[in-house]
C-alpha cells in the first residue's frame, strides 16, 4: 500500500512543481502593451515629479515646487492615434491650461507640437520617466516623471 501511495505522490509532487513554479516572460504576458510605442505609451498620465540639474553633477532641484497649484492637478492624456490632450483639471488655471495636438514616439525618442519632447528614460506600464537637455542652459537636464491615472 505504502509503495502505491509513493508510487502516485512522488509524480503528483513533481508534475505540481513544473507546473506553478513556471512563470511567463514579461513581454509574453503583455503581448508587447508596456512597449514604448505609440499603443503601450497611450493612456492618461499625472505629473508627479519634476527634476532639474544644471550639470551632471550638480544637485536635483524640485521644479514642481515651482509649479502653479493649478498645474499639479492637470492630466495629459496620449491616444493611441497620435493625438494629445492637456486636461485643465480640478483647480483650474485663468486662463485655462487646457491645449491639443498631436505626437508620436520612434525608439526612445518622444516628439509632439506640443512639450512632449524628450528621451524616454524608462517606462514600466505605470511610471513613464523621460528627460529633455539643454531646456535652460546647456548640459541641463529637465527630467519628468508621468504616473498612469
Known amino acids: 500500500m505504502r509503495s502505491t501511495i509513493l508510487s502516485w505522490a512522488v509524480p503528483a ?3 505540481s512543481l513544473l507546473l506553478f513554479s513556471c512563470k511567463k516572460d514579461k513581454s509574453e504576458s503583455n503581448n508587447g502593451e508596456c512597449s514604448t510605442s505609440m499603443t503601450g ?3 492618461s498620465y499625472k505629473l508627479t515629479a519634476l527634476q532639474y540639474k544644471l550639470t551632471a553633477s550638480s544637485v536635483s532641484v524640485d521644479y514642481l515646487a515651482y509649479r502653479e ?3 499639479k492637478d492637470d492630466i495629459l492624456v496620449l491616444k493611441s492615434d497620435g493625438t ?3 486636461n485643465d483639471l480640478g483647480t483650474v488655471c485663468t486662463p485655462s491650461g487646457s ?3 498631436t505626437w508620436k ?3 526612445n525618442t518622444l516628439t509632439s507640437d506640443g512639450t512632449l519632447n524628450g528621451t524616454i528614460a524608462g517606462y514600466d506600464c505605470k511610471t513613464m520617466v523621460y528627460y529633455v537637455e539643454n531646456t535652460l542652459k546647456a548640459g541641463d537636464r529637465m527630467t519628468f516623471t508621468l504616473v498612469k491615472q
Do not use: N, Q, R
Open 69 to 71: 497649484d493649478c498645474e
Open 99 to 101: 491645449e491639443k495636438g
Open 84 to 86: 494629445w490632450e492637456y
Open 13 to 15: 509532487v513533481a508534475a
Open 105 to 107: 514616439v520612434s525608439g
Open 41 to 43: 505609451l497611450s493612456g
